[in-house]
């Protein structure tokens, strides 16, 4: 698959990485994360991701990986602790000031989250039609995202036409249409074999060449080691540097 480049996305997070290159994007202070059920997953965690920086979380099954994501998009509140995101307190935005930072948090899942019902092209644009894009803005930000993600014949395909490394393009391209500054994939490649987990994350590694902030949970230690890209691990509810570092 031939990754191509968005001029649209190109042009609208450079500007954006431009006047932010040296902020934080997503800052942990302190954070500690217990169910109600008294299980602790995530305990003092201190953790700060700068603007167009690209990160491998990983660690074992239960050890919080998705909990952590879910806390950066605002879908968990923190027990104790601060989670910043682009400037923002997670934990005092409700309602619309909410929904309205989420639309600049683009989120990729394992599972794809697609609507059976629905195209690949209207899959991706009820995304656009929900912030309100004018019907000629949402044609062209479609076409530009299907290019990039190689799925341009494709548009008028349903979910259940489509392999399962084309299901989590059309996921990525939805997570990323309304130009994000900020990526998070959730195990994006846990259902998909080696060719189309490396296609998966070229796909990736262009778009934070824009300037976007992504950040990775993943297992697949071979996946991490080909990309090359910073690495924490979370283990017993800490998280630890096991990779190239964070602040390079």
Request: charge should be positive; hydrophobic fraction near 35%; charged fraction near 20%.
């Amino acid at each position: 698959m031939t990754v191509l480049t968005t001029n649209y996305l190109q042009e609208d997070q450079l500007e954006e990485s431009h006047s932010s290159s040296m902020t934080a994007m997503v800052l942990l202070r302190s954070v500690t994360k217990t169910y109600s059920n008294g299980v602790s997953v995530l305990s003092g965690v201190n953790l700060e991701i700068k603007q167009g920086q690209f990160l491998f979380i990983t660690g074992p099954s239960g050890s919080g990986k998705s909990t952590l994501l879910k806390l950066l998009y605002g879908d968990e509140l923190p027990t104790q602790g601060e989670v910043i995101v682009n400037q923002h307190n997670m934990g005092v935005l409700r309602g619309d000031r909410l929904s309205l930072l989420r639309r600049r948090i683009g989120v990729v899942f394992q599972d794809y989250k697609l609507i059976p019902q629905r195209t690949v092209a209207e899959n991706i644009t009820v995304i656009l039609q929900a912030q309100g894009y004018t019907r000629k803005e949402i044609q062209r930000r479609l076409e530009a995202t299907l290019k990039m993600v190689g799925l341009l014949k494709l548009a008028e395909y349903f979910p259940n036409q489509l392999s399962g490394g084309e299901q989590q393009r059309v996921s990525i391209a939805r997570a990323i249409v309304g130009t994000p500054p900020l990526l998070l994939a959730d195990e994006p490649t846990g259902n998909l074999d080696p060719t189309n987990s490396w296609q998966v994350m070229q796909i990736l590694q262009k778009l934070n060449s824009f300037g976007i902030t992504v950040i990775v949970t993943t297992h697949d230690e071979q996946l991490m080691r080909r990309c090359n890209h910073p690495v924490m691990q979370i283990r017993n509810g800490k998280i630890y540097q096991i990779g190239c570092p964070v602040s390079s």
